[in-house]
Each structure stands twice: as C-alpha cells, then as structure tokens.
C-alpha cells in the first residue's frame, strides 16, 4: 500500500517552454502533497505544500508564478513549471501523506527536468 | 522553523564495519524522526523511523536512538554490506502535520 505514482520520470524541454509533473497517490487519499526540488548531490527541499482544494502554500524563495501547483482531488496533484529556463532543470519529486494524519511520506518516483 | 543539521557528508567504511549517522534538530515540539535511503536517481525510501515516546528502535542491521533533551538522533547500521551503499537523509516535520525538513544527507560508501 501507499503507492505514489509521478510522471513523467524524464523530460527535456526547451527554454521557455512549460512543463507539467502529475503525482498521484494509487491507493489512499491524500489531502496535503508536498513537492520537493533536489540538485545533484544535494538534500530534498521543500517547495511547496499542495492542500486539496485551496492554494498552495510556497516556501520563502520558491516564485508561484513559475511554479503552478494545482490539487484538483485527494489523489492528483499538479507542478507546472512555466516557461522554463536552464537553471529550472533539477529532479522534481512529490510526496504525499494519508488521510490517517501520521506523519509518514510517501514518495513519488521523481521526474528528472533538463531545460536546454 | 525547524532546522536539521547532519553529520558527516561522507562516511567511508569496510564491509562488516558499523556505520553511524548523527542528526540534530531545532524545534523541540518535533516528535517524529524518520530516516531515509536514496540511490541514485531514485526515490527516498524509509528506512526507519521513531516517534518521541521511545528512545530506541531496531529493524534487523539498522537501528535509531532518539535524545530528546539533547535534540538529536543517530543512525546505525552494524555489519554493513556493499549494497547499503546510497544517500541517507534523517529528517524531522516542519510543523505538526506539515513537510518534512531534511538534513544535508550522508553519502556512505561500502567497501567490500
């Protein structure tokens, strides 16, 4: 159980196009999804918090213009990254939490950005 | 906010050594303390966890003790093998019910 699904695992794009990364979570709900950004060799670190049904809230430094996260149901969350530029290419990876409240994180398998 | 420091970046050993990570936190309300593993290009998977309530907890080969009044927890996994070889990243929540805050990681390399 609790079963993350991401996608696309790769993309490349060209610079100042949009791309959109769909997390889902496959077999429970989840009312908050969070979406992390990790560069090479680096920690996980918090973008944005994705609450079901309202906005979401963004971490000091992180644009929400540039970064669109939508959480439409309890199992779907969006990140488009719009008009994209070299410097956006990273590992994006999202993670969920169950409706059962514990603090446990179930991650998405991440999707790897490159921006040319 | 809560901060997590961890210690060290690298951490080299031979196969059957013990491998120990150490973490710190910030915000003494925190009460959950995961511990993950990451390869290269993967996904973070728990390896892990302890809640405030306990000081220890072990699963076979890997272990976590908890120091709330100190604020910091550790990592430990005896008679290590080739294949632990990965990222470990210790982590606590932000805030109760939020995100998790992650330390810098441990790249631990296992020689056989």
């Known amino acids: 159980g609790a079963v993350v699904s991401q996608h696309p695992s790769w993309v490349i794009c060209k610079s100042g196009t949009s791309v959109k990364i769909e997390c889902r979570s496959l077999d429970f709900q989840a009312t908050t999804m969070f979406w992390y950004r990790q560069f090479p060799k680096k920690s996980l670190m918090l973008m944005a918090t994705s609450n079901e049904g309202s906005k979401a809230t963004y971490e000091q430094g992180v644009e929400k213009d540039k970064f669109l996260i939508n959480h439409a149901s309890l199992t779907l969350s969006t990140l488009t990254v719009t008009s994209a530029h070299p410097e956006d290419s990273s590992f994006y990876i999202c993670?969920?939490?169950?409706?059962?409240?514990?603090?446990?994180?179930?991650f998405g398998s991440g999707t790897q950005l490159s921006v040319l | 906010g809560e901060n997590v420091e961890q210690h060290p970046s690298t951490l080299s050993v031979q196969e059957g050594d013990s491998a120990v990570i150490k973490c710190t936190y910030s915000?003494?309300?925190?009460?959950?303390f995961p511990w993950y593993k990451q390869e290269l290009g993967k996904r973070p998977q728990l390896i892990i966890d302890?809640?405030?309530?306990?000081g220890e907890k072990k699963d076979q080969r890997i272990a976590v003790t908890l120091n709330k009044t100190a604020k910091h927890f550790s990592l430990h996994i005896t008679e290590t093998q080739p294949e632990d070889s990965a990222v470990y990243f210790c982590a606590a929540p932000g805030q109760a019910g939020t995100a998790l805050i992650f330390g810098k990681g441990t790249t631990l390399s296992v020689s056989s």
């Open positions: 993670s969920a939490r169950p409706r059962t409240g514990l603090e446990k994180l179930f």
């Open positions: 302890i809640r405030s309530n306990v």
């Open positions: 915000d003494s309300a925190s009460n959950y």
